[in-house]
T-cell receptor
């Protein structure tokens, strides 16, 4: 049972344009959401997060939007740069048995074309 | 300074062998994790330790045994390796609700 889904395995965007990566979840107990970026042969690195009490969080070129009623979040990268080419994972977290458990999506490979 | 380091980076071994992967974090975090990323790219939690105490133990075969000698270390020992164990294993750490920091992964290949 996949509680966090990233339905687009890949995305190509021209440099300077907007990249929009999507993530859907099924568990309404999730209350904290994160995006990670992963380069080949490296571990995921944290990019941006959002709490369920907010619907938007912005950090420089990166903005995460949360639509709780639709159980959907998205990551916007504006403007996209070639260095943004990587795999992006979304993750959702809930307090489970006294600890925070993170469920990851399967990732979207973003390619930014120069 | 490497925050979360895991060794070895690559591990190639025969079916039936026993192997260990080591993980250390120098961030002072209280929680450490092991994740498995299989061929379908799912990043699935296997274990989580908080201050040396096991708190998450997903449905993982008994052949996998985590060991936390102190809160900066979480090692993973795998007995009787099987072909299906081939994957990339990631160690991670976090403090409370803060985002996790990941190691660079150990690519395990079973021949």
């Amino acid at each position: 049972d996949q509680q966090v889904k990233q339905n687009s395995p890949s995305l190509s965007v021209q440099e300077g344009r907007i990249s929009i990566l999507n993530c859907d979840y099924t568990n309404s107990m999730f209350d904290y959401f994160l995006w990670y970026k992963k380069y080949p042969a490296e571990g995921p690195t944290f990019l941006i997060s959002i709490s369920s009490i907010k619907d938007k969080n912005e950090d420089g070129r990166f903005t995460v939007f949360l639509n709780k009623s639709a159980k959907h979040l998205s990551l916007h990268i504006v403007p996209s740069q070639p260095g943004d080419s990587a795999v992006y994972f979304c993750a959702a977290s809930a307090l489970t048995s006294g600890t925070y458990k993170y469920i990851f999506g399967t990732g979207t490979r973003l390619k930014v074309l120069a | 300074d490497t925050a979360v380091s895991q060794t070895p980076k690559y591990l190639v071994t025969q079916m039936g062998n026993d192997k260990s992967i080591k993980c250390e974090q120098n961030l002072g975090h209280d929680t450490m994790y092991w994740y498995k990323q299989d061929s379908k790219k799912f990043l699935k939690i296997m274990f989580s330790y908080n201050n040396k105490e096991l708190i998450i133990n997903e449905t993982v075969p008994n052949r996998f045994s985590p060991k936390s000698p102190d809160k900066a270390h979480l090692n993973l020992h795998i007995n009787s390796l099987e072909l299906g164990d081939s994957a990339v294993y990631f160690c991670a750490s976090s403090q409370g609700r803060q985002p996790q920091h990941f190691g660079d992964g150990t690519r395990l290949s079973i021949l």
